[in-house]
């Protein structure tokens, strides 16, 4: 599948392959040689996407509606971890047919808030996933949102303003057969074991 970048995913992937010749102490020249091997770049693609690099895929259909995608994504059993203010008239859905994309999760830094997350992956190029991604995604990946405290959707269309001016943000959370959806506030500080939803194409 051929994926275009972004300008600053382009540097970052720049200073990446930068990064990596220097740590393994290659000149130019052998770094030519290695990346110009034919049977390298099949082995490196699985590699990528066994570390998740390229995303896990996502489908969902949005004519069900956010709520109804939201019940699926917890199960029956979790139905009461709902945050009840998380509805489709505050938090939109991108359309109204099935939506088929590739998602990852990006890690906090230590302190940052989703406002300043928010800020710094998009100017490094990044697609924020929206609350319908999120609930996507706990759906059809709980293993991959098991192995965060919580995993966040912050995009511009998933962002509530109470009447008081406050923002909220939903988040998923998964705790072996345990799942809820909420609402955290967006400019509360995390830390690095929370995770930012973004799409990978």
Sequence with gaps: MNRKFTSGQENQIGKIAKDAMVSLDLIFE?????????????RLKALFEELSVFGLQVTYDQSLGLRKLIELAVGPANLGNINSDITSARFKLAGTGVRKMSFRVEPY????????????????????????DLAGFLHDHPTEVEKWWWVFAISEDSRWARSGGVVYVPYAGVDGARRCFRLVVFRNPLCSRNGVLVACE
Excluded at 30 to 42: G, I, M
């Design 30 to 42: 052998a770094a030519q040689r290695l990346v110009s091997n034919p049977k390298l770049a099949p």
């Design 109 to 132: 830094l230590s302190g940052e808030t989703s406002e300043q997350a928010a800020a710094r992956l998009t100017a490094a190029g990044f697609t924020l996933g929206n609350t319908g």
